[in-house]
């Protein structure tokens, strides 16, 4: 059995609660479940959920994480909307969801489209080629491309200055104006195998008589792309929106290895906020709202997702 | 348009991304292998000196990081494997009060992001003295691999015939036997791809280990490469030896499970 055949994403299985009348646990009633669940909800109860309401209660405080704290209720949470620098690292955030989801997407839905009207040898093993940058660790990955975007002896300026462009050859990383696309590209580096692959697998189990039947009518690559892939491919599109938009938003290391939010915060995101916060400037109350707000924003952005894609799908209800 | 030509564009497209993927990785692991001595740059090519591994392992003390990150992420992997089993058991194959409330508990700690929980943890676990031990990275990331792994098992246990359970039942097998001596043996493949999953997660893990950790001997991986490269900005062959230490074992596992690994992923498999 394999297991592809009996997941669907959480996000989903979240998405879909209502309206699904099968949902019910087809065991008898047993007391005995309690026993079998109590080991993993302590350690789960331990070090998530008291954590969680932890970090809401600290979010209520002013304090520095040595002094005693006092309390301002909302206030660390105005601040995520009017804060400058939260302002500024949540915007980081939105513009890397353009290279950490929407090129990806992008990029997976393009060979979607043409592998649907064609016969590919050796997809396995491109697939695994492809799939290569989401094991390797995002520490090396970050090391990897600091090497990369290196100002003086790295292979993009050395190719720059060897065809005579010295003029764009610059400092990646440490340049106002480039640093968050060029972090952002990384992103794009790491996502877009995962894309095409999740898109590519979606779009070999569209029947082919969809696609036989829009031949009939007249329709060229663009109609058949947009009346048949497009739709059919509805949820592999919302679980790879789901994974690259989380990815986005968590993006801790990456920014902490290769630019530590800088220059100036041109790289600032909100996850390097909440360490920056909490354990550099004091500010434990800030860091914890931001905490929480990312988590919210995950929560109803995955949910919003999928239910979306769900909509799509009503017919199969 | 005829399909053969199509089908260069696909070749076309595959071949492209697929080299832009491994380039960089290739990239590394030649870089690791030039003269050191700070004149490497990445990609530059001057011979193979495979030497560089092995000074990385006992000056850049990689030997000591993969030690804490080995015994991090098989604590962690076999810690939430048999939690998550019992827990999957439990959700998928029985009924209980209040199952389905507490199943979508689970279901939302899934999507609670470490950001979000570090700061109360790094102050909880310092009260309990547990900050620089191995529990304090072994115990918050078996949390959130619970919530995988419970959420992955149940949906397991939920395809399993009923009619296969019911026949042990009746021949009087416990729900404890039926769960190890019939369900298991049909598990296997399922909880394979959870533990590669769960496995890879924690030996990449960066935040927490950032967090909890000061003492240089329980440093992982990841962690011990972010400080070596803060120490060692000069010589890049062997900062890039030592990132393909760190990357290695993931990559070795990948090598010989990828299938385990892109179903998982292909799931949608997300993890705080």
Redesign the interface.
């Known amino acids: 059995?394999?297991?592809?055949?009996?997941?669907?994403?959480?996000?989903?299985?979240?998405a879909a609660?209502r309206g699904r009348g099968d949902?019910?646990?087809?065991?008898?009633?047993?007391?005995?479940?309690?026993l079998?669940?109590l080991?993993?909800?302590l350690?789960?109860g331990?070090?998530?959920?008291?954590?969680?309401v932890?970090?809401f209660?600290?979010s209520l405080f002013d304090w520095d994480?040595i002094t005693a704290g006092h309390w301002v209720g909302l206030h660390n949470y105005q601040d995520v909307l009017s804060d400058q620098a939260l302002r500024t690292a949540f915007g980081h955030a939105l513009i890397l969801l353009i290279f950490y989801a929407g090129l990806p997407v992008a990029?997976g839905l393009?060979?979607a489209g043409?592998?649907a009207?064609?016969?590919?040898r050796g997809?396995p093993l491109?697939?695994?080629?492809?799939?290569?940058?989401?094991?390797?660790?995002?520490?090396?990955v970050a090391?990897?491309?600091?090497?990369?975007y290196?100002p003086?002896?790295?292979?993009i300026n050395?190719a720059l200055r060897g065809v005579g462009l010295d003029g764009l050859a610059k400092s990646w990383l440490g340049d106002f104006g480039v640093a968050l696309p060029a972090v952002g590209l990384i992103g794009t580096?790491v996502m877009?195998?995962?894309a095409?692959?999740?898109l590519t697998?979606g779009v070999q189990k569209i029947p082919p008589s969809l696609y036989d039947a829009a031949r009939v009518d007249g329709a060229g690559?663009v109609r058949e792309f947009l009346a048949v892939t497009l739709p059919a491919l509805r949820g592999e599109i919302a679980?790879a929106l789901?994974?690259t938009t989380?990815a986005a938003?968590?993006n801790?290391?990456l920014v902490?290895?290769t630019t530590k939010g800088g220059p100036g915060d041109a790289t600032s995101v909100?996850?390097f906020q909440?360490?920056q916060r909490?354990?550099e400037t004091g500010k434990?109350g800030s860091?914890?709202a931001?905490?929480?707000v990312?988590?919210a924003l995950?929560?109803t952005i995955?949910v919003a997702i999928n239910r979306v894609a769900e909509r799509g799908t009503g017919a199969r209800r | 348009?005829t399909?053969r030509r199509?089908?260069s564009?696909?070749?076309a497209?595959?071949g492209v991304?697929?080299l832009?993927?491994?380039l960089?990785?290739l990239?590394?692991v030649v870089?690791a292998m030039q003269q050191p001595g700070g004149l490497a740059?990445?990609?530059?090519f001057d011979g193979f000196h495979v030497d560089n591994f092995r000074r990385a392992w006992e000056q850049g003390n990689f030997g000591s990081y993969l030690k804490s990150s080995g015994i991090v992420s098989v604590s962690v992997v076999a810690?939430s494997t048999v939690?998550?089993i019992?827990?999957g058991?439990?959700?998928?194959?029985?009924?209980?009060r209040g199952?389905?409330i507490?199943f979508?508990?689970?279901?939302?700690?899934?999507?609670?992001?470490?950001?979000?929980?570090?700061?109360?943890?790094?102050?909880?676990l310092r009260d309990l003295r547990l900050t620089d031990t191995y529990w304090a990275l072994i115990?918050?990331q078996?949390?959130?691999s619970?919530?995988?792994g419970?959420?992955?098992m149940r949906?397991?246990f939920?395809?399993v015939p009923?009619s296969l359970?019911e026949a042990a039942r009746i021949d009087g097998a416990s729900?404890w036997l039926v769960l190890w001596r019939v369900l298991m043996p049909?598990a296997r493949?399922?909880v394979l791809?959870m533990m590669v999953l769960l496995f890879?997660w924690t030996?990449?893990e960066?935040?927490l280990a950032?967090?909890m950790v000061t003492d240089e001997g329980l440093r992982t991986?990841?962690?011990g490469?972010?400080f070596f490269?803060g120490r060692n900005q000069a010589d890049?062959t062997l900062?890039?030896a030592g990132?393909c230490i760190?990357?290695l074992p993931?990559?070795v596992l990948?090598v010989f499970l990828?299938r385990?690994?892109?179903?998982?992923?292909?799931?949608?498999?997300?993890k705080?």
């Open positions: 059995m394999s297991a592809r055949s009996f997941v669907t994403s959480p996000a989903a299985a979240l609660r949902e019910r646990p087809p065991g008898e009633p047993r007391r005995i479940g309690y079998y669940l080991p993993a909800l350690v789960f331990a070090f998530v959920l008291a954590p969680l932890h970090a209660w600290l994480g990029i393009m060979l043409v592998i009207r064609v016969q590919v997809l491109f697939r695994v080629v492809l799939f290569l940058p989401q094991v390797v660790a995002m520490v090396v090391v990897m491309w600091r090497m990369i290196d003086g002896n790295g292979p050395t580096w877009y195998g995962l095409m692959v999740l697998a690559a679980v789901t994974l989380i938003l968590r801790f290391d902490y290895i909100p996850a909440v360490y909490a354990f434990v860091a914890a931001i905490g929480i990312l988590a995950i929560f995955t | 348009m399909s199509e089908q564009v696909a070749y497209i595959l991304f697929s832009l993927a491994i960089p990785i990239g590394i870089t740059g990445f990609g530059s810690i939690l998550s019992l827990a058991y439990a959700f998928g194959l029985m009924r209980f199952s389905e507490l979508y508990i689970f279901l939302l700690g899934l999507m609670v992001p470490m950001e979000a929980m570090i700061v109360p943890l790094y102050y909880d115990l918050p078996a949390g959130t619970i919530a995988f419970t959420f992955w949906a397991f939920r395809t009923r359970v729900s049909l493949p399922a791809t890879m030996w990449n960066f935040l950032l967090v991986a990841p962690l490469l972010s490269q890049l900062l890039a990132a760190v990357a993931v990559v990948y990828q385990h690994f892109i179903r998982g992923m292909l799931s949608g498999a997300v705080g």
